[in-house]
């Protein structure tokens, strides 16, 4: 009877590799390793391994790096949308912005990585002075400032109290 070879699958959202030392699984984001022994399983960011669940706090720099994409794109659209529609989008890059800041902090937040409370608070001075533009002729930015920073510092001490 002949010996069965053992091959090895390299597609574009399935990966199998088996040797001497274990087998590798790769299915979309989940990956399982299996060696003598031990078992590995990853999925997206959490690492499985004796029954222990461990985040991948580099899944951070994915996160800012999908914000920067984010951030071209906004300005791109509003640019491309003011250009061929001849439509005053007044307002609309800082709610972008704002939104692409908290969404950023949201995720880091879910993930286990620390958030910037200075991109949170930068965030939501962003959407309010975009509504602003949209609404009042004259905005004062310096003011809006100050208001998201009493919001923030009271936010803050609140949390710290508790």
């Not at 969404?103 to 962003?126: F, H």
Request: proline letters at 3%.
């Amino acid at each position: 009877m002949a010996e069965k070879k053992k091959a090895d699958i390299d597609l574009p959202f399935l990966k199998v590799k088996e040797d001497e030392e274990g087998s590798y699984v790769e299915v979309g984001p989940i990956e399982v390793k299996g060696k003598k022994g031990e078992e590995k399983v990853r999925i997206g960011p959490l690492n499985i391994s004796d029954g222990r669940v461990d985040v991948d706090r580099s899944q951070g720099k994915n996160l800012e790096g999908m914000a920067w994409a984010a951030f071209f794109i906004v300005v791109g659209l509003v640019w491309t949308v003011q250009n061929v529609y001849h439509v005053n989008l007044e307002g609309a890059v800082p709610i972008g912005v704002g939104i692409i800041w908290l969404a950023l902090n949201y995720g880091r937040s879910r993930i286990g990585v620390p958030i910037s409370r200075v991109t949170t608070g930068l965030g939501i001075v962003a959407i309010v002075y975009g509504v602003s533009q949209q609404f009042v002729e004259d905005v004062d930015v310096f003011a809006l400032a100050l208001v998201a920073l009493g919001i923030f510092l009271i936010f803050y001490f609140a949390r710290k109290a508790q």
